[in-house]
């Protein structure tokens, strides 16, 4: 599991990197920094949003 998650992770900064240049290069800095800015905070607000359910208490069935 471990290796699976390494490998996919590495090769996202190679698909982060090739996006960003061609963001760079088609749009610019400021319009680029935004991209990046609004992708980070959406994945900043789903980790939130899962540890919230993870961290819930299971409902009692009995």
């Known amino acids: 599991m471990n290796g699976t998650a390494r490998f996919l992770a590495s090769g996202a900064n190679y698909l982060d990197a090739l996006c960003g240049g061609y963001l760079l290069d088609r749009a610019g800095a400021a319009p680029t920094g ?10 900043t607000t789903v980790v939130v949003s899962g540890r919230r359910t993870l961290a819930e208490p299971a409902a009692d069935l009995s």
């Open 34 to 43: 935004l991209v990046v800015c609004g992708v980070l905070l959406l994945v």
